[in-house]
């Protein structure tokens, strides 16, 4: 958790200005949109044209594959001291997670339940050309094509701001039974998600009690205005309220070793 003056600040800004948009989510939309329109047509021109735009994406994404790799040195340097990685994404949409790690890992595979997604990040992965990755449209929870085919194989899993979409707690846990089926021996699943802890709801972007039940959001979501359309509506019933300590008590349950970082 972030308690720092700055990290406050930011959520406010997030509550009182939902609208308002990073420089960060700026280039990322101004990518995804010219992508979207041209349907990642290679060789249009408008497609090379934004290539800066893409080139924005990975290096907005650079930092975070930074900090797994510093962790792996830190930590796990057995997994990428032998052999290059093999590293899978669960939730990973058009890539460009994965795509940081190009040059460091031996296989990288990607999964996502998204056909459009899946599409994009195949025809970008081509376009940069990746050699040394696959993508499938796969769902992330049950993994059933990848169990049959990478059984214990990946070193390293990540899954990335998608705990607190699968709607439940069951659901959390089946996502990390599965991906323990594919994980080698030896490896490590890195997950990122929010702490529903803290008092902020970053997709509604309001401010939440500890503790808020799916009800009480709504409502207080419908407060600030932030339920305008269907696709609203979904992504709050999609919302698992994951906390550290609801998440430590499934690792101890499935008998995982972890640690906060």
């Known amino acids: 958790l972030d308690f720092s003056l700055n990290s406050i600040v930011q959520q406010w800004k997030r509550v009182l200005f939902p609208n308002v948009k990073t ?52 930590f796990e340097p ?25 040059q460091f890992a031996g296989e990288l595979v990607g999964v996502d339940l998204e056909q459009s997604s899946i599409e994009m990040a195949k025809q970008l992965a081509e376009y940069k050309n990746i050699k040394n990755i696959q993508f499938f449209i796969e769902d992330g929870v049950t993994l059933p ?17 998608v705990a607190e979409h699968l709607g439940d707690m069951d659901h959390f846990e089946t996502m990390l039974k ?4 594919v994980l080698a021996p030896g490896g490590v699943i890195f997950l990122e998600m929010p702490n529903y802890l803290f008092p902020f709801e970053p997709h509604c972007k309001i401010p939440i009690p500890p503790h808020a039940k799916k009800s009480t959001i709504r409502w207080i979501a419908r407060l600030f205005g932030r339920i305008k359309t269907e696709n609203d509506e979904r992504v709050l019933q999609s919302l698992n309220m994951i906390s550290s300590r609801r998440a430590e008590e499934v690792f101890h349950k499935l008998g995982f070793s972890y640690r906060n970082l």
């Open 23 to 74: 420089s960060e989510e700026e280039k990322i939309y101004a990518a995804l949109k010219i992508y979207e329109a041209n349907q990642c047509a290679i060789g249009h021109h408008e497609v090379i044209s934004s290539d800066q735009h893409m080139d924005e994406i990975y290096s907005l994404q650079k930092p975070h594959a930074e900090r797994l790799l510093n962790y792996l040195r830190e």
């Open 178 to 181: 599965s991906a323990s089926d």
């Open 78 to 102: 057995e997994l990428i001291n032998n052999r290059p990685p093999r590293i899978l994404d669960v939730g990973c949409s058009i890539g460009a997670y994965l795509f940081g790690f190009q």
């Open 145 to 161: 094509e990848l169990r049959q085919k990478f059984s214990h194989h990946f070193d390293v899993i990540t899954i990335k701001q």
